[in-house]
């Protein structure tokens, strides 16, 4: 046939039978469970590794991908919920800087690396930043170490936040030495440093409930419980690791101690520090966690609920869970909401479930933000998607 002539009937095809389904990577995985009444789409699958994630102006979406040092930046120009554009906003960092925590302010992206704060906006209108302000550096942030080095970051009115958690599953450091396992506090001009919290493993996204001052963030339960014991009797498996501790759902006030490594979830103290001295004047210390889920969940990024889509969600928490390795079951790979009531967590609810048969993982989500038309987007970084959910009705 005649290569005009093909072309021809295929695009008359392509119109009688609708729009050209999408690629197999704007496809949701077969066998992700989702609850009744919502519906899950892939509004954009090209962004490999994609992290945590902002709302900007407009629409606009920034994805932090720190395995390929940059933010990209996506618009759904059409409103039909997906991202036809995504393209690079800030580039030139290295994996091991790790570019990860982003906030939006007076027309400035901020984001976070490792060793870095800085702020930046396109002054051309070409998308890309173009004027870039170093606000805080390696001498004002110093880590040491390997380990859960993502820097969480969060402005709230004139002070920023920011974290990065432990070298180690439990490391024995004082309390009051190091940068690491504490949330600090800078003035906008990167001056005025101060502790805020203390006694948190890894907290990866701090975020404020709405209409409050409160901080809240997912912190990461430490692996390996009860290994000294369980590996000496092997025959049993890991009837204790496997349940504990909980991963917590705090609210990090100011100077608030959050039990880490020694005290857990609700005062439970860790077994590798039985013998410390002062135990139970630390668990008389510690900040319990507003919230708990299932041990080895691995809580990422979350964000508070403002309505507009969702009936009854209003200031509900949607948390994205990555999952763990150190369940003999498989746990997490998941969005939950935590219902709330007079600012107070109440319940919580499996929204959407990437385990399949309760085994294949089909995705390790990572963040969430709401969109403007009062959908839930989230990322999942293996698959390298960002997902809309959307509440359809009964």
Same mark, same amino acid.
């Given at each position: 046939?005649?290569?005009?002539?093909?072309?021809?009937?295929?695009?008359?095809?392509?119109?009688?039978?609708?729009?050209?389904?999408?690629?197999?990577?704007?496809?949701?995985?077969?066998?992700?469970?989702?609850?009744?009444?919502?519906?899950?789409?892939?509004?954009?699958g090209?962004?490999?590794?994609?992290?945590?994630?902002?709302?900007?102006?407009?629409?606009?979406?920034?994805?932090?991908?720190?395995?390929?040092?940059t933010?990209?930046?996506?618009?759904?120009?059409?409103?039909?919920?997906?991202?036809?554009?995504?393209?690079?906003?800030?580039?030139?960092?290295?994996?091991?800087?790790?570019?990860?925590?982003?906030?939006?302010?007076?027309?400035?992206?901020?984001?976070?690396?490792?060793?870095?704060?800085?702020?930046?906006?396109?002054?051309?209108?070409?998308?890309?930043?173009?004027?870039?302000?170093?606000?805080?550096?390696?001498?004002? =942030?110093?880590?040491?170490?390997?380990?859960?080095?993502?820097?969480?970051?969060?402005?709230h009115?004139?002070?920023?936040?920011?974290?990065?958690?432990?070298?180690?599953?439990?490391?024995d450091?004082?309390?009051?030495?190091?940068?690491?396992?504490?949330?600090?506090?800078?003035?906008?001009?990167?001056?005025?440093?101060k =502790?805020f919290?203390?006694?948190?493993?890894n907290?990866?996204?701090?975020?404020?409930?709405?209409?409050?001052?409160?901080?809240?963030?997912?912190?990461?339960?430490?692996?390996?419980?009860?290994?000294?014991?369980?590996?000496?009797?092997?025959?049993?498996?890991?009837?204790?690791?496997?349940?504990?501790?909980?991963?917590?759902?705090?609210?990090?006030?100011?100077?608030?101690?959050?039990?880490?490594?020694?005290?857990?979830?609700?005062?439970?103290?860790?077994?590798?520090?039985?013998?410390?001295?002062?135990?139970?004047?630390?668990?008389?210390q510690?900040?319990?966690?507003?919230?708990?889920?299932?041990?080895?969940?691995?809580?990422?990024?979350?964000?508070?609920?403002?309505?507009?889509?969702?009936?009854?969600?209003?200031?509900?928490?949607?948390?994205?869970?990555k999952?763990?390795?150190?369940?003999?079951?498989?746990?997490?790979?998941?969005?939950?909401?935590?219902?709330?009531?007079?600012?107070?967590?109440?319940?919580?609810?499996?929204?959407?479930?990437?385990?399949?048969?309760?085994?294949?993982?089909?995705?390790?989500?990572?963040?969430?933000?709401?969109?403007?038309?009062?959908?839930?987007?989230?990322?999942?970084?293996?698959?390298?998607?960002?997902?809309? =959910?959307?509440?359809?009705?009964?």
């Open positions: 046939m005649n290569p005009v002539r093909t072309t021809i009937c295929l695009l008359l095809l392509a119109v009688v039978a609708g729009p050209i389904p999408r690629a197999d990577n704007h496809a949701v995985p077969e066998g992700v469970w989702v609850r009744p009444g919502f519906r899950l789409t892939v509004a954009e090209t962004i490999k590794s994609p992290r945590f994630l902002l709302t900007g102006p407009e629409g606009t979406l920034f994805v932090s991908v720190p395995k390929a040092g933010i990209k930046r996506l618009q759904d120009q059409d409103g039909d919920g997906y991202f036809e554009t995504a393209t690079t906003y800030v580039e030139g960092f290295s994996a091991r800087q790790i570019l990860q925590g982003m906030a939006w302010r007076d027309g400035w992206l901020w984001y976070a690396t490792v060793q870095g704060i800085y702020r930046s906006r396109d002054t051309n209108g070409d998308g890309q930043q173009d004027e870039v302000v170093q606000v805080l550096d390696a001498d004002q =942030l110093p880590v040491k170490g390997s380990g859960h080095r993502w820097r969480a970051l969060l402005l009115k004139d002070r920023i936040y920011t974290h990065v958690g432990d070298p180690e599953n439990a490391g450091q004082p309390i009051n030495e190091g940068e690491r396992k504490k949330i600090w506090s800078f003035a906008l001009d990167g001056s005025d440093k =502790l919290a203390t006694g948190i493993r907290t990866e996204k701090l975020v404020i409930r709405p209409g409050t001052d409160e901080i809240w963030g997912l912190d990461h339960d430490i692996d390996r419980y009860a290994i000294k014991w369980e590996s000496q009797n092997a025959q049993f498996g890991q009837p204790i690791t496997d349940h504990n501790p909980p991963a917590e759902f705090n609210k990090y006030v100011e100077g608030g101690f959050y039990g880490h490594p020694y005290i857990l979830g609700k005062n439970v103290p860790n077994l590798n520090f039985l013998d410390k001295p002062n135990l139970i004047e630390l668990a008389s510690n900040v319990i966690p507003e919230w708990e889920f299932p041990a080895h969940s691995s809580g990422m990024g979350l964000t508070f609920y403002t309505g507009g889509g969702i009936p009854g969600a209003d200031g509900d928490a949607f948390c994205a869970f999952g763990g390795w150190n369940a003999t079951q498989k746990v997490g790979y998941s969005i939950e909401r935590v219902l709330f009531e007079d600012g107070r967590p109440y319940g919580s609810q499996k929204v959407v479930n990437f385990l399949k048969d309760g085994d294949e993982v089909l995705g390790r989500p990572i963040d969430c933000v709401q969109a403007p038309d009062g959908s839930i987007l989230f990322s999942e970084e293996t698959r390298g998607k960002i997902y809309r =959910l959307s509440y359809v009705g009964k």
